[in-house]
């Protein structure tokens, strides 16, 4: 298995790999929509992201991005459906922590789907229900109240039969 870091400059091919895994992952294997997955994405030379290739195949993927100078944030953590439960994810965690560190990062965050969040905790990182995961998006305006949604409770799970969770780390 090959590790790569995307970072500025990195060929075409690695964002279409890392492309390929949501996909994969979240528009066939969870039905989120496609305009919907990639609607906050900045530009490819923008994106820093961890992918994992296998016999020439794109396996899994993730971003990251740097709320502030000493937080790191996972996100868009995918492994393709063929090969979740077969340790990539953990193996890509590691990776992207790996990489935070190298920048001096000491707080991490991902923004998990619940179901997810045991996952997490196996590697150490804590859930915090008390803070709304947004906070640390990019296109989260900090001024913008959140959006009211009468028909569903707080933590009720929402269309795509999920509710987003912050899980973090301090190294």
């Not at 016999?55 to 459906?81: L, Q, S």
């Not at 994810?89 to 790996?98: D, F, K, M, S, T």
Request: contains cysteine.
């Amino acid at each position: 298995m090959e590790i790569y870091r995307i970072e500025k400059g990195a060929e075409t091919w690695k964002y279409k790999a890392y492309d390929y895994v949501r996909t994969d992952a979240f528009c066939v294997g969870q039905s989120i929509p496609i305009e919907l997955e990639f609607s906050h994405d900045e530009k490819e030379e923008d994106l820093q992201a961890v992918i994992l290739i296998e016999d020439h195949k794109p396996v899994a993927g993730c971003r990251i991005a740097f709320p502030d100078e000493k937080t790191g944030k996972i996100e868009r953590v995918c492994v393709v459906r063929e090969k979740q439960k077969g340790g990539y994810g953990r193996i890509l965690i590691q990776e992207a922590e790996n990489w935070l560190k190298e920048y001096g990062v000491n707080h991490i965050v991902i923004s998990s789907q619940d179901r997810a969040a045991g996952f997490y905790e196996k590697l150490g990182y804590q859930l915090n229900p008390e803070v709304d995961p947004s906070v640390y998006d990019k296109h989260h305006k900090q001024e913008e109240k959140p959006k009211q949604e009468p028909s569903r409770p707080k933590n009720a799970p929402g269309p795509f039969g999920f509710t987003c969770v912050l899980v973090e780390k301090y190294l």
